[in-house]
């Protein structure tokens, strides 16, 4: 071969692809493995309350299906419609209810994740869709007769409320951990459950305010930046500083907002249960002498109705809450404030 010649790189036949109805036995159950493993990952890897809640679903489906003679495993269009018309007849949470429209919603997600996830069923996109129609159906007949069901959507915190519960909040260490506690619950916009899993190290001091890493989430984890308050009295950060202070919170491996004794209000070594952190919501409302009836999702309402208030965009506010950018529930939030800032009678009568 002289200097101008090149050299002629060989010509490689692939094999030919096996499509996957060609697919062997011994590799159908090796790919039936992976597919099983990958399934049980991703529910595994689910907030605790996220599988506490389908397993509930799943429970009510068990339940349902032993009532009407269905098959466990007959997760179908039809059966799912019998379903909802079941649980619509079901008690609600309090006596003398009836299931809320949103639960039985919750009920078909639930039952649908856990017939894929856990008990293997290939079922198709929009399984539960004629459930859901039939779901809708059953709302309007309900509103046409002026009836109503569940608790309805919880009552925004907003920053008034603040004001008048961070002065009702007595000088002891009841009173330092539930102002901090509800001062905070509201800056990060969180659930009850993000706030009840939060330790001393969750809370990092920068020369700007606080870094809140809220580690434990139902949708995802995230770290929220909480600024210095321009009012002390309602400022999270002073807040958080004088309970931490308080309580001696100096194990950064400890909850961050601890129980106390229902009696003598000394510290106890345990975390605050979520639905704990809702009664100290409450009571603290009740405390300031507020007629409203505030839950552990008033804060974070309370929030994204305030920031709406003041001009923020629904992004920024999504992001701080951990609602997903364009949330359905977030935008009927700012629905609420919209339709007196962006009315069409504005300027016309």
Known sequence: MTEHQTAVEPVVTPAAAVRPEDFDPATRTVLDHIDGQAVQAVAGGRPANTRKGYAQDWANWTKFCGDSSVPLLAV??????MFVEWLWTQPGWKKGTFTAPRTIDRRITGTVVCARTDHGLDLEQGTARLARNRLKQLVKEMEDKGERRGRGQAPPLLVEHLTAISAACPDNLMGIRDRAMVLMHFAVAGREHEIAATRVRDYTDTPGGLLADMRVSKVRPRIVPVPYGTRPSICPVRAWTAWKQAARLDDPHGPAFRKLHPRWHTLMHGALQPESVGDVVTRAGERAGIEIRFTGHSPRRGLATSARLKGHDQIVIAKQGGWAPH??????????????????LIGVL
């Open 327 to 344: 949330s359905k529930v977030l935008a009927g939030y700012l629905d609420i404030v919209d339709q007196w800032e962006d009315n069409a």
């Open 76 to 81: 179908t269009p039809g059966t799912l419609v």
